[in-house]
């Protein structure tokens, strides 16, 4: 909504009551209720800026009417849950409180005491490495009446430092008394080794719904036989380049019988076994997990048997698949027309291709999947991938499939694709940070193509960037680059494209290659908005020179209420958005 409400509602409500127009407490809880939601309607956000947001509303509105202090205003219901860290932003509930809106809270703590309040608002809770220490921690089932999920968050861990918490936490009561989901997560440093003792992994296998593990080397001493133990809780797993014995993976696939998302990324055993992700794979297609929902095993540098992935493409119940690696490995045997025919697979993301190890390249959307009956989206990774073997062209096959997104790391076959105008091709990504000043000549195949909506770039020079912004593309909503090669002579014509831009309306400049010494913030957004831009979202490179904000920066935001989202970094800057509801986190 942006800021179009702030600048004309209250003012409504305020001009009808001096006119003696009375309008029901119900349609003024509900217009209140409106706003207050609109003030950052994403559940967790880095800066805290939902808080500051709603804070700023209840600093306004609550200047307006005794009656509504009373009447309304404790009424007021905070739709979505509010996250943030509890005892640095304690403050920015004093408001919330004071006039006890209904609302419920994740929050993350560092220390569990009386310092707490409200606490029956709070229905999860991060705990800290800190945390950890105090003594009061094992009496948050008690403490906390309203919660229902504790997440663990261990970070940067060491042997010594993480061994002497985990067996603090009294685990076992919170399960057992309250019924609490329970969420582990360990960060790893990347060369250290986890050693978990036995009844350390007890207390996560018995008890625990998520096992997230980042980095390093996760290891289990004295670890039994998988039919020593009983089912686990466990629901979520995921691991992002880390090192772990087979025996642990399996033993926790095994007996996981509601196990609904399993991700695994670039992880490797703990002695780098060749065989590492066969293993992994044969032991998901052995095991009928009926629970299963996604699948995602990505490793762009292990290569696996053909078969094995066919065999768990073709058994899985999961509707979400992500299954790459760098080649598969070929035997004499293999019956290479084999047909995947699974109508549980509802989301695929896929290579592009698949190099054989005889160097032949394979598609298997052309070649080996038979039954499109339920495929309705498809995401396609491309890397040095032949033209003769794309198999976007293949996607007009699945009738059912709404959305693509195509990925690619240069943009060497992306004119091709753009050409075959399919309907459900929606977004282009290209990753290009091996190419820095990469040119597009695709344009044309843009304009031509009648479904995009959105592209991401990584790195694009000035000249391509301006034929982006000069083709007003009647269909593309959002564009998004990271590094913008531009020099210093150019910064006045960039804002003079964008100002000129009648299509887009989200635009995200993360960064500029260099420093721009002759670029100002605030006035390049002053420029851009000076008589009106259909831009609802704009992230422009911050400028760090900016000391304060002119009063013309702010008549501009009073002049364009279609405006949701601006970058600006600095803390009274932010103060200023809030005061018209318009956000500046960077969710487009």
């Known amino acids: 909504m942006g800021n179009l409400v702030t600048s004309t509602k209250d003012e409504e409500l305020v001009e009808s009551q001096s006119h003696g127009i009375k309008l029901p407490n119900i349609i003024v809880k509900q217009i209140l209720e409106i706003l207050i939601n609109n003030c950052g309607q994403y559940v967790y956000i880095v800066n805290n800026n939902r808080l500051e947001g709603i804070n700023s509303f209840l600093n306004k509105f609550t200047r307006i009417c005794k009656k509504w202090n009373e009447k309304i205003i404790p009424t007021l219901e905070i739709l979505n849950t509010l996250a943030c860290e509890y005892q640095q932003n304690s403050h920015k509930l004093l408001l919330l409180n004071k006039y006890n809106l209904n609302y419920q809270m994740h929050a993350t703590v560092h220390h569990v005491d009386n310092k707490v309040h409200q606490k029956e608002k709070i229905t999860s809770l991060t705990l800290s490495n800190n945390t950890l220490d105090n003594l009061n921690t094992n009496n948050i089932a008690h403490d906390f009446p309203n919660i229902h999920t504790i997440t663990v968050n261990c970070r940067y861990l060491l042997r010594d430092y993480y061994n002497s918490n985990l067996l603090k936490l009294d685990i076992e009561t919170w399960y057992t008394k309250r019924k609490l989901v329970i969420r582990f997560v360990l960060s790893i440093k990347k060369l250290s080794k986890v050693h978990l003792a036995g009844n350390e992994f007890m207390q996560i296998y018995n008890y625990c719904s998520e096992l997230q593990v980042s980095k390093g080397t996760l290891m289990v001493k004295d670890l039994l036989p998988p039919e020593k133990y009983q089912p686990s809780l466990l629901k979520k797993l995921k691991m992002s380049m880390v090192s772990v014995e087979h025996t642990t993976l399996v033993l926790l696939l095994k007996n996981s019988p509601h196990l609904t998302h399993f991700d695994l990324y670039f992880v490797n055993g703990v002695n780098k076994e060749p065989t590492f992700q066969e293993t992994v794979l044969n032991t998901i297609t052995t095991l009928d997990l009926l629970n299963l929902q996604s699948i995602r095993i990505v490793h762009l540098v292990q290569s696996v048997q053909f078969q094995t992935l066919m065999n ?103 004119d091709y694709i753009l050409q075959l105008n399919h309907s459900s091709l929606q977004t282009i990504c290209i990753d290009n940070f091996e190419i820095p000043r990469i040119s597009l000549p695709i344009i044309n195949s843009i304009i031509h193509h009648h479904y995009l909506t959105r592209m991401e770039i990584y790195h694009i020079d000035f000249n391509n960037f301006q034929k982006l912004l000069s083709i007003d593309h009647p269909t593309l909503d959002s564009l998004i680059v990271t590094f913008l090669y531009i020099s210093n002579i150019e910064c006045q014509q960039l804002i003079l494209d964008i100002k000129n831009n009648k299509s887009l309306r989200k635009l995200m400049i993360k960064y500029f290659h260099i420093y721009m010494d002759s670029y100002d913030q ?20 911050i400028s760090y020179t900016v000391k304060s904000i002119s009063s013309n920066f702010e008549s501009i935001l009073k002049k364009n209420p279609q405006i949701i989202n601006l970058r600006i970094d600095e803390r009274n800057h932010q103060t200023l958005l809030n005061k018209y509801l318009i956000q500046y986190c960077e969710i487009f």
């Open 522 to 541: 605030l006035v390049a957004y002053t420029e851009i908005y000076k008589i009106g831009h259909q831009l609802t979202h704009l992230w422009l490179p």
């Open 312 to 414: 768990l493409y073709k058994k899985t119940k999961a509707s979400e698949v992500d299954l790459r690696f760098m080649s598969l490995i070929i035997n004499e045997n293999d019956d290479m027309s084999f047909e995947i025919n699974n109508k549980n697979i509802k989301k695929l993301t896929m290579n592009s291709y698949l190099m054989g190890l005889d160097g032949k390249p394979l598609n298997l959307l052309k070649d080996n999947w038979g039954d499109k009956s339920n495929l309705t989206s498809i995401t396609i990774s491309s890397r040095r991938s032949p033209l003769e073997n794309m198999p976007f062209e293949q996607v007009s096959l699945f009738k059912k499939v709404t959305e693509s997104v195509y990925f690619e790391h240069d943009s060497k076959y992306l």
